[in-house]
Nanobody
């Protein structure tokens, strides 16, 4: 089993920054892709970013490109999401997830990000 714990969410004004962390335990972390997703009230969960196990491959949703940066510190079993130039539309619960095979099988409990205008 894998446990994922997100942290770093909070309330920030538009234009501000936050860094989310996703700490993993219970399984070898370094070989797996980790993704960040978010779910706003009344909307479906959507993909935000992902990073390969070795950190070489990084993908972003068009809505966050140029503003968000995903990174990982495998020695710490942690993946980060640096979020800059935040907009009210970024308000959501943010989740990290571990991909084993072709599916994201393990999910954290989420952390709330609220961006005020």
């Amino acid at each position: 089993q894998v446990q994922l714990v997100e942290s770093g969410g909070g309330l920030v004004q538009a234009g501000g920054s936050l860094r989310l962390s996703c700490a993993a335990s219970g399984r070898t972390f370094t070989t797996y892709t980790v993704g960040w997703f978010r779910q706003a009230p009344g909307k479906e969960r959507e993909f935000v970013a992902r990073i390969s196990g070795n950190g070489v491959i990084r993908d972003y949703a068009d809505s966050v490109k140029g503003r968000f940066t995903i990174s990982r510190a495998n020695a710490k079993n942690t993946v980060y999401l640096q979020m800059n130039s935040l907009e009210p539309e970024d308000t959501a619960v943010y989740y990290c997830a571990l991909r084993v095979g072709y599916a994201y099988n393990y999910w954290g409990q989420g952390t709330q990000v609220t961006v005020s205008s």
